[in-house]
């Protein structure tokens, strides 16, 4: 079964805005993950945060979590075209050693 | 290149047929993670193996198996295949503190005519 759900399902933006999409799961995590997906491609890892952190940078990527509202945001600020893709949260739940991903946002940043 | 070899990368077999996908994980990543991946879904977990050895099971179908090998390869084989079957199939593998994440590889896409 699916653990994140990803919100919004899709997303169209500017170049240069920022771009925020949510993840909500379910069971307590040990930490929980950021991918990017490009069409019918691999994913990529962009960003983890673990359970004990609140919030973490890599570059123009800015991921919160709230482990009592089970929630985790992720900020791409001055938006690329490049950046167009799918972005998926991943959630690896306490005990287990699986992760599971969501369906992903959709992102499209329009040059 | 991610580290993470899958082969082959395009298969195209009738129903009813049998295949199998292979995957290579990255140097010293000792889990190896499969995942399905339907038309415009999110990724489904299959099954996980650590160092030869089943950790866990997901979403696997009882027509699909998979092995990892003591060179630490893993293939996942899917036999009696229907259309429903048809989607891209991810190998990933990682390091057991999952200090970088998941790396995955770019995919096997089956197609089932």
């Not at chain 1, 994913?43 to 890599?58: C, F, M, P, T, Y």
């Not at chain 2, 009882?62 to 199939?89: I, K, M, V, W």
Request: hydrophobic share 30%.
């Amino acid at each position: 079964s699916q653990q994140g759900e990803e919100d919004p399902q899709a997303l169209s933006i500017q170049e240069g805005e920022n771009a925020t999409m949510n993840c909500s799961y379910k069971t307590s995590i040990n930490n929980l993950q950021w991918y990017r997906q490009n069409s019918g491609r691999g994913l990529v890892h962009l960003i983890l945060i673990r359970s004990n952190e609140r919030e973490k940078h890599s570059g123009r990527l800015r991921v919160t979590l709230d482990t009592s509202k089970k929630s985790s945001s992720l900020l791409i600020t001055a938006s690329r075209a490049a950046d167009t893709a799918s972005y998926f949260c991943a959630t690896d739940p306490y005990n287990n050693n699986d992760m599971r991903f969501g369906a992903g946002t959709r992102l499209t940043v329009k040059p | 290149d991610s580290g993470v070899t899958q082969t082959p990368k395009h298969l195209i077999t009738a129903t009813g047929q049998r295949v199998t996908l292979r995957c290579s994980p990255r140097s010293g990543d000792l889990s190896v993670y499969w995942y399905q991946q339907s038309l415009d879904q999110g990724l489904q977990f299959l099954i996980q193996y650590y160092n030869g050895e089943e950790r866990a099971k997901g979403n696997i179908l009882e027509r699909f198996s998979a092995q990892q090998f003591p060179d630490l390869h893993s293939e996942l084989n899917l036999s009696s295949l229907e259309l429903g079957d048809s989607a891209l199939y991810f190998c990933a593998s990682t390091q057991e503190d999952f200090a970088y994440g998941y790396t995955f590889g770019s995919g096997t896409r089956l197609t089932v005519v």
